[in-house]
């Protein structure tokens, strides 16, 4: 290149710089001047005064929409009467989840290969004498006994009952339980880190002191550590209020493990059990971190652990009370900085640099994480199309329009298009030097079409997209980039938005739907929907993503011999996505990557005749390739919830 070429290079790359920063300044000056006009309605008298009214006003346009989102009445009807049910499906995992005095019976006499001891670790600070008792009563009815209870007590001389009421247990503990009065209240990490000096267990738990434990819980545990050689593990949760556990305000079905979702989100929480192996050579609470110390040690230990065990029970019931965590983040504000601050450690430590961390609107302890783009790989980005001029204009327009990612080629495969203006927008498409044409020749099949671009394509990386299309972030490639650039990654996936702003896609979950072979999660929500607990708020690990907007190496894709072309039309997305899970990689979805999707405009709907037949068939074909990971189900999901529904409502049966 020569010095002017460089030159004009540098001026027209300058000139583009300036021109996004103009756009961004713009509409940071719409937004402050928004927030000065909002600021000013708010303090009005008559808004105040109107408090009830919107209120009102609200309730019947969320009524509205829920019935909309029915489709009709009788939807609406229907899903009411599923969610009244869904409450009373709810008391099972309360006291009547409780074992009888024949299951209590049979599970203590159980002799597991390794009747491994159990240290519970509680620190204790000025509790109240009724939450003291509850807590050591949860830990006496345990019906795996092989336990010890280490209780060191930072509470103060107002408090001195806790010590009475520890030693009165004690004595009818047969020697299980060890109590110590310390000279001065050390916080959270340091109470603990005392707790952990009495223990000799093989394994250690972490529980609060106003808390409940199921009365199975250990059984449960040390029956998944003899099954499956579990080195950490954790179970299901559920917040109560009054005192009655019955009496639930959030039920946490968790996922299993998941790496990227706990870097966002200490998700796994309580009740956290794990070999005191993982702790050689480290500390179990660090006092730098607290606040969010358990959400810095299950970061630690979860990376040392060898088989992390997700028990898919309720077995944990963490007190909402004035001054919990429980109850609100905003008793403990230090907590986001600390869980930042450990999140941040974390990623150092897996080698990342230069990453970003931000709270979202979800919560403030649910993060954004924006990793290093390293370098400017070329994305190419594949498109099949039949004619529909319309729908591949709006689509390839908004990409050459709205992305700031520069280094990508756009290949739309033509197959069997028989309109004048298509062949016309072909012409006019071509004249940008980032768009090709290529022409796929044989009946469609979407696995063949993209594999025939593939083998085409020029970038390190291939960006299945769907003609139906529409960009709305303009960063989308870079919020892909980011992860699928990651050694442990596969395939990326975006959220996606039918036209009226509902979501189309925000990961997949197999077994979901009527077919029982995979389903979109969080299905016609909103799109201000902050879903399952904040779960379309965060990146997070996925079982697939939707191939109508898929990042990944095209090394990968070529490892994998592309999509399965027996899979002509559907489920090809979500077959390689498994595929890439059994090489041991991860599937990301980011909500960050924001699209529309006007979905299968462009080929139909498989609803109908020969179409819904053959997703028949290519349903039983997948059911069949794929029956064992069916049957043990999505790790990302939860056996709790129905797969007759994609809103995560519990299963009703």
Same mark, same amino acid.
């Given at each position: 290149m020569t010095e002017n070429h460089f030159q004009e290079a540098y001026e027209q790359e300058h000139l583009r710089c300036a021109e996004l920063a103009s756009r961004i300044a713009d509409l940071e000056a719409k937004n402050e001047e928004l927030e000065w006009k909002l600021?000013?309605?708010?303090?009005?008298?008559?808004?105040?005064?109107?408090?009830?009214?919107?209120?009102?006003?609200?309730?019947?346009?969320?009524?509205?929409? /829920?019935?909309?989102g029915c489709g009709s009445l009788q939807g609406f009807i229907s899903k009411l009467n599923y969610k009244k049910r869904e409450r009373e499906a709810m008391k099972r995992f309360g006291t009547e989840s409780f074992p009888s005095e024949e299951e209590a019976r049979a599970q203590r006499e159980t002799r @597991? =290969?390794?009747?491994?001891?159990?240290?519970?670790?509680?620190?204790?600070?000025?509790?109240d004498a009724q939450f003291q008792r509850e807590m050591l009563d949860s830990v006496m009815n345990q019906t795996y006994e092989n336990w010890e209870l280490c209780l060191a007590d930072g509470s103060d001389e107002e408090h001195a009952y806790i010590g009475e009421i520890c030693r009165e247990y004690a004595a009818r503990a047969k020697g299980r339980i060890v109590y110590q009065h310390l000279e001065k209240n050390e916080g959270i990490s340091g109470n603990t880190n005392a707790c952990y000096l009495m223990a000799t267990g093989e394994y250690i738990g972490l529980f609060d002191q106003d808390d409940i434990l199921h009365p199975s819980t250990l059984y449960e545990y040390v029956k998944a550590i003899n099954e499956r050689?579990?080195?950490?593990?954790?179970?299901?949760?559920?917040? @109560?209020?009054? +005192?009655?556990?019955?009496?639930?305000?959030?039920?946490?079905?968790? =996922?299993?493990?998941? =790496?990227?979702?706990? /870097?966002?989100?200490?998700?796994?929480?309580?009740?956290?059990?794990?070999?005191?192996?993982?702790?050689?050579?480290?500390? &179990? @609470?660090?006092?730098? @971190?607290?606040g969010s110390q358990d959400h810095d040690m299950i970061l630690r230990l979860t990376d040392r652990a060898k088989c992390v065990v997700h028990v898919p029970k309720l077995m944990y019931y963490w007190r909402s009370h004035q001054g919990s965590t429980a109850a609100s983040i905003t008793a403990?504000?230090?907590?986001? %900085?600390?869980?930042?601050?450990?999140?941040?450690?974390?990623?150092?430590?897996?080698?990342?640099?230069?990453?970003?961390?931000?709270?979202?609107?979800?919560?403030?302890?649910?993060?954004?994480?924006?990793?290093?783009?390293?370098?400017?790989?070329?994305?190419?980005?594949?498109?099949?199309?039949?004619?529909?001029?319309?729908? &591949?204009?709006?689509?390839?327009?908004?990409?050459? *329009?709205? #992305?700031?990612?520069?280094?990508?080629?756009?290949?739309?495969?033509?197959?069997?298009?028989?309109? =004048?203006?298509?062949?016309?927008?072909?012409?006019?498409?071509?004249?940008? *030097?980032?768009?090709?044409?290529?022409?796929y020749e044989g009946?469609?099949?979407?696995?063949?079409?993209?594999?025939?671009?593939?083998?085409?394509? #020029?970038?390190?990386?291939?960006?299945?997209?769907?003609?139906?299309?529409?960009?709305?972030?303009?960063?989308?490639?870079?919020?892909?980039?980011?992860?699928?650039q990651r050694e442990d990654v596969g395939a990326v996936g975006a959220k996606l938005y039918y036209g009226d702003r509902t979501i189309q896609h925000a990961g997949v979950v197999i077994g979901l739907g009527a077919h029982r072979t995979a389903g979109h999660t969080h299905y016609k929500q909103?799109?201000?929907?902050? +879903?399952?607990?904040?779960?379309?708020?965060?990146?997070?690990?996925?079982?697939?993503?939707?191939?109508?907007?898929?990042?990944?190496?095209?090394?990968?894709?070529?490892?994998?011999? +592309?999509?399965? *072309? #027996?899979?002509?039309?559907?489920?090809?997305?979500?077959?390689?996505?498994?595929?890439?899970?059994?090489?041991?990689?991860?599937?990301?979805?980011?909500?960050?990557? %924001?699209?529309?999707?006007?979905? #299968?405009?462009?080929?139909?709907?498989?609803?109908?005749?020969?179409?819904?037949?053959?997703?028949?068939? *290519?349903s039983e074909r997948f059911r069949t390739k794929w029956k064992k990971e069916l049957e043990a189900g999505d790790p990302y999901y939860n056996p709790n919830f129905s797969l007759d529904r994609s809103d995560f409502s519990l299963n009703v049966i």
């Open positions: 600021s000013r309605i708010k303090n009005n008298p008559l808004w105040k005064a109107s408090l009830p009214a919107r209120n009102l006003l609200h309730w019947v346009i969320r009524q509205k929409d /829920r019935l909309a @597991f =290969p390794r009747m491994v001891k159990i240290s519970i670790l509680v620190p204790l600070w000025n509790n050689g579990a080195d950490y593990l954790y179970c299901d949760e559920t917040t @109560f209020r009054n +005192g009655d556990i019955n009496k639930m305000l959030t039920m946490h079905f968790k =996922p299993d493990y998941a =790496p990227d979702n706990l /870097r966002a989100n200490n998700y796994i929480c309580h009740f956290s059990v794990f070999s005191r192996e993982l702790l050689e050579g480290t500390e &179990l @609470f660090r006092t730098k @971190f607290d403990k504000p230090y907590a986001v %900085e600390a869980a930042r601050g450990a999140v941040a450690e974390h990623l150092r430590n897996h080698g990342f640099e230069h990453f970003r961390i931000t709270s979202t609107k979800a919560f403030e302890t649910i993060f954004r994480i924006q990793y290093q783009i390293l370098g400017t790989p070329k994305i190419s980005i594949l498109i099949p199309n039949k004619d529909h001029a319309e729908d &591949l204009r709006r689509c390839v327009n908004s990409i050459l *329009e709205k #992305s700031t990612y520069d280094n990508y080629e756009i290949l739309v495969i033509e197959n069997n298009s028989t309109t =004048p203006e298509i062949k016309a927008y072909y012409e006019e498409m071509v004249q940008n *030097e980032k768009v090709k044409l290529l022409t009946a469609f099949n979407y696995s063949a079409v993209n594999n025939f671009g593939a083998k085409a394509a #020029s970038g390190e990386y291939l960006l299945l997209l769907n003609n139906d299309t529409e960009v709305i972030t303009v960063n989308w490639m870079e919020e892909l980039l980011m992860y699928a909103s799109r201000q929907n902050l +879903g399952y607990m904040g779960r379309l708020c965060y990146a997070q690990d996925v079982t697939a993503v939707t191939g109508a907007c898929l990042l990944v190496k095209k090394s990968l894709y070529e490892e994998l011999r +592309g999509l399965d *072309e #027996s899979f002509e039309i559907s489920l090809n997305d979500v077959d390689f996505c498994l595929r890439l899970r059994q090489k041991g990689l991860l599937n990301v979805w980011t909500p960050f990557a %924001e699209l529309y999707h006007y979905e #299968s405009v462009s080929r139909g709907l498989d609803d109908a005749g020969e179409k819904a037949e053959r997703y028949n068939q *290519e």
